[in-house]
């Protein structure tokens, strides 16, 4: 039985990963839309109701860094965007995380999503790819973002360099050496948060102690809030990024193990990053749990805010059943356009009424 006092704890302000969040519940990146048309003006309306549904902050979808293998708009929108994204949310002093990351030869398995199939680690340069992160992260400061997140997981590029079985590139000591060059060019600009995934569970992916040692030395180089994730888009189900089936009360927070491991070891060397669980978190009664048994400090969530945006403020008005989403996928079905979730529709249009048998 968790104490009142953490659910409480739960929904109010809290200064974490060096911002002020106004709950501990946090959107995760969601990147909404099929990659040609991101990031539009619905992503904007999308995002701002994350923030008056009563999120403790929102982070953007990934913006690509570079152009290889991603596509040119996000430079060139990318600041328009993230300027009046970040004066959409302080009407409801809700702070902008804008996500930062770099395709790769991995991250491809939703293309509608994901864009077009990026660079095998040793076709890049990672000193120039680090350089981009400072770069976009100068920006993003500038349009108002409180802080960015490198995007370190579900095999991305930064990532991939974890998996280089024929050996790094001339120059790298250490497979986390790339994330921890693109952390600290966007250090100089303000607080930086990274999202880590903890093991892929797939055929040449990389083990949960890899990416517990990534997350170690990400908050040695100063990231001030580690999120946490696992597998990639290729993982087969249900391991992969959004587990499908999860059951409030029974399958929730599938990564509460290995996140318990890696907050353990931070306090024992004394770092102190916060850690904030991402994953099938369903119920204030799991979050809760997660808190007081010291997993994290916060925690985010994705598909729960697709089905229902104003999730965090139903809770706060006393109505604390758990999200109505139930893990279908349904919203990444391929051809979705724009990320919706057909089952609230339809239930808000009446589609679950009992039709007379005409
Ligand atoms: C439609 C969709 C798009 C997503 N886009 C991103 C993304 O751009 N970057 C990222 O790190 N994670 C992305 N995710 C994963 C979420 O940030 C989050 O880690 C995941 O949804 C958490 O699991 P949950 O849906 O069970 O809460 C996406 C998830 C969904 C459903
Ligand atoms: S379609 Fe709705 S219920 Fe199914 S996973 Fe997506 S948000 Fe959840």
Same mark, same amino acid.
């Given at each position: 039985? &968790? #104490?009142?006092?953490? &659910?409480? =704890?739960?929904?109010?302000?809290?200064?974490? %990963?060096g911002i002020p969040l106004t709950c501990r519940f946090v959107a995760s990146a969601i990147t909404p839309? &099929?990659? %040609?048309? /991101?990031?539009?003006?619905r992503a904007l309306r999308f995002y701002r109701s994350l923030g008056a549904g009563g999120a403790?902050?929102?982070?953007? *979808?990934?913006?690509? &860094?570079?152009?290889? %293998?991603?596509? =040119?708009?996000h430079g060139d929108q990318f600041v328009g965007f993230v300027e009046r994204l970040s004066g959409l949310l302080k009407d409801f002093d809700c702070p902008l995380v804008v996500q930062l990351g770099h395709s790769s030869h991995r991250l491809h398995n939703v293309p509608q999503l994901m864009g077009p199939r990026g660079p095998y680690p040793h076709e890049t340069d990672p000193? =120039?790819?680090?350089?981009a992160f400072g770069r976009f992260s100068k920006k993003a400061f500038e349009a108002g973002a #409180?802080?960015?997140?490198?995007?370190?997981?579900h095999g991305s590029l930064l990532d991939s360099f974890l998996t280089m079985s024929e050996g790094l590139p001339p120059g790298l000591e250490n497979p986390w050496d790339p994330a921890v060059m693109a952390l600290d060019a966007c250090l100089a600009h303000g607080p930086v948060w990274v999202k880590v995934g903890l093991g892929e569970d797939m055929p040449h992916g990389y083990g949960v102690d890899d990416g517990i040692r990534l997350g170690i030395e990400l908050a040695k180089g *100063?990231?001030?809030l580690i999120e946490v994730t696992s597998g990639t888009f290729e993982s087969r189900p249900p391991v992969g990024v959004l587990r499908i089936g999860v059951s409030s009360g029974e399958s929730e927070a599938h990564l509460a193990s290995p996140c318990r491991r890696l907050s353990e070891t931070l306090r024992e060397l004394g770092l102190s990053s916060h850690i904030m669980l991402s994953g099938s978190i369903r119920s204030i009664e799991r979050s809760a749990e997660l808190l007081e048994e010291g997993i994290c400090s916060a925690v985010s969530m994705g598909r729960p805010f697709i089905a229902e945006p104003d999730?965090?403020?139903? /809770?706060?008005?006393?109505?604390?059943?758990?999200?109505?989403?139930? #893990?279908?996928?349904a919203c990444l079905a391929e051809g979705v356009e724009f990320v919706t979730c057909p089952v609230m529709r339809e239930k808000e249009e009446n589609f679950w009424n009992l039709r007379s048998p005409d």
């Amino acid at each position: 039985m &968790v #104490s009142l006092k953490t &659910v409480r =704890e739960l929904f109010e302000p809290a200064n974490l %990963g060096g911002i002020p969040l106004t709950c501990r519940f946090v959107a995760s990146a969601i990147t909404p839309e &099929v990659f %040609g048309r /991101w990031p539009s003006e619905r992503a904007l309306r999308f995002y701002r109701s994350l923030g008056a549904g009563g999120a403790g902050a929102v982070i953007t *979808g990934s913006f690509y &860094v570079d152009r290889l %293998g991603a596509d =040119e708009s996000h430079g060139d929108q990318f600041v328009g965007f993230v300027e009046r994204l970040s004066g959409l949310l302080k009407d409801f002093d809700c702070p902008l995380v804008v996500q930062l990351g770099h395709s790769s030869h991995r991250l491809h398995n939703v293309p509608q999503l994901m864009g077009p199939r990026g660079p095998y680690p040793h076709e890049t340069d990672p000193y =120039e790819v680090t350089q981009a992160f400072g770069r976009f992260s100068k920006k993003a400061f500038e349009a108002g973002a #409180s802080a960015v997140q490198i995007r370190c997981c579900h095999g991305s590029l930064l990532d991939s360099f974890l998996t280089m079985s024929e050996g790094l590139p001339p120059g790298l000591e250490n497979p986390w050496d790339p994330a921890v060059m693109a952390l600290d060019a966007c250090l100089a600009h303000g607080p930086v948060w990274v999202k880590v995934g903890l093991g892929e569970d797939m055929p040449h992916g990389y083990g949960v102690d890899d990416g517990i040692r990534l997350g170690i030395e990400l908050a040695k180089g *100063g990231a001030s809030l580690i999120e946490v994730t696992s597998g990639t888009f290729e993982s087969r189900p249900p391991v992969g990024v959004l587990r499908i089936g999860v059951s409030s009360g029974e399958s929730e927070a599938h990564l509460a193990s290995p996140c318990r491991r890696l907050s353990e070891t931070l306090r024992e060397l004394g770092l102190s990053s916060h850690i904030m669980l991402s994953g099938s978190i369903r119920s204030i009664e799991r979050s809760a749990e997660l808190l007081e048994e010291g997993i994290c400090s916060a925690v985010s969530m994705g598909r729960p805010f697709i089905a229902e945006p104003d999730l965090v403020n139903r /809770w706060r008005e006393d109505d604390r059943r758990p999200s109505a989403c139930f #893990s279908c996928n349904a919203c990444l079905a391929e051809g979705v356009e724009f990320v919706t979730c057909p089952v609230m529709r339809e239930k808000e249009e009446n589609f679950w009424n009992l039709r007379s048998p005409d």
